[in-house]
């Protein structure tokens, strides 16, 4: 890859239960600064892959590196301290504390200079400065998730892992939502993201993976799987014809 590989996994395989593999041998390199969708039917293991890397899941097989440091040995919490940023799917803001109380929550790794990371949170997401005394829960679909990915923001992770981030919110809001996500990755950061979503992820990461039965399917340009006809017939719904403007 022409810029620094700052995480890879090899193998990787596991589940739910010890020795179980929803995920099959997954290889995956992700460059600095580059934003990876996985894409795939449902029940693909996408969302597992994702939790076998953040520590949520034990591994059966496989290795997790992060700027060449070995995770496969590392907690969950050693490994957001390692530099693995998380956003799960559901229950990724804690609804009873405003929206400051949540930022102060994911500087739990490291207290020191929280006051300017809240900061900048709130200039890189002004929405989170006009809510901060409101409680998470009262907030919309949309702005919860950007509560959720700020709170991960404050950890200052190496790399951002977003779980189905569109779920269950408005077309409006998706469109909102993945220009947020859109600017992260323009930023610099580092993000590998799980979405059902496909032609929009598609239309803002630089690559993608197509996974199908836990296992890899395909790898490429985001843009070149947006127009491959076999990966528009199969996972996307729709003709070549229709696919994303290039």
């Known amino acids: ?8 996994a090899r193998n990787l395989a596991g589940g739910y239960a010890p020795g179980e593999r929803i995920v099959k041998g997954v290889d995956l390199d992700i460059a600095a600064g580059e934003l990876v969708v996985v894409i795939g039917p449902n029940g693909a293991g996408k969302s597992t892959l994702l939790k076998l890397i953040a520590g949520l899941l034990s591994l059966a097989d496989g290795t997790v590196e992060l700027k060449g440091q070995l995770l496969a040995e590392h907690s969950p919490m050693a490994r957001a301290r390692a530099g ?6 559901e229950y990724n803001v804690f609804a009873g504390m405003t929206v400051r109380e949540n930022l102060e929550m994911g500087a739990y790794l490291d207290g020191r200079d929280a006051a300017a990371r809240i900061d900048e949170m709130y200039t890189r997401f002004p929405i989170l400065g006009t809510k901060r005394r409101a409680l998470a829960g009262t907030l919309s679909g949309g702005q919860r998730q950007v509560v959720a990915m700020a709170i991960a923001l404050m950890g200052k992770p190496d790399i951002l892992l977003l779980d189905e981030p569109s779920a269950g919110l408005s077309p409006v809001a998706c469109d909102v939502l993945f220009d947020t996500i859109g600017e992260l990755a323009r930023s610099g950061l580092t993000i590998l993201m799980i979405e059902q979503n496909a ?3 598609l239309d803002i990461a ?7 039965s836990g296992a890899k399917r395909a790898d490429g340009r985001a843009a070149d799987l947006a127009h491959d006809p076999d990966t528009r017939r199969l996972f996307l719904g729709g003709s070549p014809e229709r696919s994303l403007p290039a």
């Open 199 to 201: 032609l929009a992820a």
């Open 206 to 212: 630089d690559r993608a993976v197509v996974m199908v």
């Open 84 to 89: 693995v940023g998380f956003v799960p799917q």
């Open 1 to 8: 890859m022409s810029a620094e590989c700052v995480f890879s």
